[in-house]
């Protein structure tokens, strides 16, 4: 069982910035301005010899309503009592505030293992911050400067004993497993989902489409923060869980807004971080809002994910809220073949994150999609295909010369790609390519992944191909003059 230790405290005290410190890795938004966490966050921790589990939570504030700071102190809260101990974060500049006197009397009764922090200690301006810190009745304060990386060694001396009893009173560790995201291009003849190899999968949307509530659904429990307002998710969040058996890393994505509308730094850094999280996974799952479906930014997200090369699942949500289902379902089919014909044939599933309807189906959908996107076709089949298909319809013959399709090969999966040797390769129109393509979606039964399709030369036998036309220096050395 590994140790947990949530990070907590009030807004911008820099929390983040010493949850990337812990995991050597920026992956938290850091940002001036206070409240940009809002979910729980996880990543696998080094501190000297010390591994570890941290989580980077949202600033606790003094609010117990069902409002936005409401809903994400339950969750900050929630986190506190699943962790095997919490380091509570001041602002050694800014001094000990009663919202600070507050959450570290609800941690004293919450977690029996508190570890007092005064970050931004760097300098004499701290001291004071230093010297009121005792006054919380959590020991003595470690003074620490995230940004810096400084007291990060006094804080493993702190963690030591802490997780070494931990270590003796918990159960049997169960093997640990590394998940490598650096191996994306791979090649996997018989690839399956694996906890080795999680299916990785992004949820994506325009804002208030429903990805944390889908999630959430998904995952049975309130995981991340939702509620009615527009562009709660900021970090792209993953989360690593076993999905009808199916071992399975899910990111959830902020809203991806009209680039023209993004103005903030904090929501183009929210953007970006959704936009790594489809290059990381395999299947991404493009979310509409029934009630305005395949607006001008779906189609953005949507042709994004298929230019990256991912399997592309859409699903319609808030399907629960539709009256005229079979007239609604029947327009959607019409307009996604239409507006999305690079997508042919992907599946387009309606479901409900509200009521939890429709996830068997969505969950059938990307394992098809994940399946279809690691395909092989063997060498001897492809080009009995391609004869069939140039027989059916010859490629063009660009200034009277005929192209000519040699033989085909794939040349990887994930997505699958397939290499035609041809003569004139720089001459074949995309036409002919697409109808390729196309052939091979539905002879191969590739419905909806990405395709890729190379044309190559096979080089020519000329050695003169390409040089001048008179005769070379050298050869004329060797010959002599003209005799006339």
């Not at 001396?157 to 998940?179: F, G, Q, S």
């Not at 490598?180 to 994506?204: H, N």
């Amino acid at each position: 069982m590994s140790f947990t230790l949530a990070i907590v405290g009030r807004p911008n005290v820099g929390k983040s910035t010493l949850f990337n410190r812990l995991v050597g890795k920026k992956l938290a938004l850091v940002d001036d301005q206070p409240g940009v966490t809002r979910d729980l966050r996880e990543g696998p921790a080094r501190l000297g010899h010390l591994k570890f589990t941290v989580i980077d939570t949202a600033g606790l504030e003094d609010a117990t309503d069902d409002s936005l700071e409401g809903r994400m102190r339950r969750l900050t809260e929630r986190a506190v009592g699943m962790a095997d101990a919490c380091l509570f974060v001041v602002d050694a500049r800014a001094g000990i505030t009663p919202v600070d006197q507050v959450f570290a009397e609800i941690l004293r009764k919450k977690n029996a293992n508190v570890i007092l922090a005064a970050n931004k200690a760097e300098g004499k301006a701290a001291e004071s911050g230093l010297i009121e810190a005792y006054g919380l009745g959590l020991g003595e304060p470690l003074a620490l400067s995230a940004e810096h990386g400084e007291g990060f060694a006094e804080l493993a001396v702190m963690l030591d004993p802490i997780i070494k009893y931990h270590a003796e009173t918990a159960p049997e560790p169960e093997p640990e497993v590394e998940v490598d995201l650096d191996d994306d291009d791979e090649e996997f003849e018989d690839w399956a989902p694996s906890e080795a190899r999680p299916l990785q999968i992004a949820v994506v949307g325009r804002p208030n489409a429903g990805k944390s509530t889908l999630i959430n659904q998904i995952l049975g429990e309130d995981r991340l923060l939702t509620g009615p307002e527009a562009g709660i998710t900021r970090d792209a969040i993953s989360m690593n869980f076993s999905w009808k058996g199916t071992p399975v890393r899910i990111f959830d994505t902020a809203g991806m807004r009209k680039k023209a509308k993004v103005q903030e730094k904090l929501e183009r850094l929210s953007v970006s971080d959704g936009l790594r999280a489809v290059k990381f996974a395999e299947v991404v799952v493009v979310l509409l809002d029934a009630a305005i479906p395949f607006e001008q930014q779906d189609l953005r997200i949507a042709d994004l994910a298929e230019r990256e090369g991912r399997a592309v699942v859409v699903a319609v949500n808030k399907w629960d809220l539709e009256d005229e289902k079979q007239e609604k379902l029947a327009a959607l089919q019409e307009a996604f073949t239409r507006l999305l014909p690079q997508l042919r044939g992907a599946p387009l599933i309606t479901v409900s994150a509200k009521t939890g309807r429709g996830l068997d189906r969505l969950h059938a959908a990307i394992l098809k999609a994940h399946a279809v996107w690691n395909s092989r076709v063997t060498t001897s089949q492809l080009n009995r295909w391609l004869e069939g298909m140039i027989q059916a319809h010859p490629p063009p013959a660009p200034a009277g010369r005929r192209i000519k399709l040699r033989y085909m090969t794939q040349a990887k999966t994930r997505p699958p790609g397939f290499a035609v040797m041809c003569s004139q390769p720089d001459k074949m129109s995309d036409a002919y390519s697409r109808y390729l393509v196309n052939g091979l979606r539905e002879d191969f039964d590739m419905p909806g992944t990405p395709i890729r399709l190379w044309m190559r030369g096979q080089g020519d036998q000329n050695p003169f191909k390409g040089k001048k036309k008179s005769t070379p220096s050298r050869l004329r050395k060797h010959l002599g003059k003209p005799k006339f």
